[in-house]
């Protein structure tokens, strides 16, 4: 006999209920798109200021130049070349390259030259020269010495190099 307390003739179902896995799975997803909205956050709205150090630090572990000009979209350390470290001549030694401003303004810099005993690495001689106006992403010739030599292999190393916008005044 059916239970017919609902006077249709028909048997009474109870209302079923969403299967505990159905559940579970909508709660996964739910979690894993919160981490994906964290993770999408904390990359455009993070600590600038950790991540343009981490840049900083990185270019110059890759260049071994250091620099104060704070642009981790065109580092200066990339704008630089050596193209020939030799004797001057005479009794002194010479460094040349080129120097591309990729940046979108003309602008100053400012580098620093070491010249080192190739065995051991001491320094003989260091010097510092300045470019001016160096048009937006132009390439120019520099080139700096020292006006003596020991008498030994010799590397020349670039140090430092900062930028900074033609005509203003140098980081301090």
Not at 95 to 113: F, K, L, M, Q
Not at 154 to 163: A, K, L, P
Request: proline share 5%; charged share 20%.
């Amino acid at each position: 006999m059916t239970d017919d307390s609902t006077g249709t003739g028909g048997t009474h179902h109870q209302p079923r209920l969403i299967p505990l896995w159905v559940a579970g799975l909508g709660a996964l997803v739910a979690v894993i798109a919160l981490l994906v909205v964290l993770v999408i956050a904390r990359s455009v709205f993070g600590d600038d200021a950790t991540s343009a150090g981490k840049v900083e630090k990185e270019v110059v572990d890759q260049t071994g130049i250091v620099t104060s000009t704070d642009d981790t979209d065109h580092p200066p350390q990339r704008d630089i070349r050596i193209g020939t470290c030799e004797s001057d001549g005479q009794s002194g030694a010479r460094a040349a390259g080129t120097i591309t401003n990729w940046t979108d303004a003309p602008s100053d810099y400012r580098v620093v030259v070491s010249f080192r005993n190739d065995a051991d690495g001491t320094e003989f001689g260091s010097t510092s020269l300045t470019l001016d106006g160096v048009l937006a992403h132009r390439t120019t010739n520099w080139s700096t010495s020292v006006p003596t030599r020991p008498d030994v292999v010799f590397t020349c190393r670039i140090v430092s190099v900062d930028r900074w916008d033609a005509g203003s005044r140098p980081p301090g």
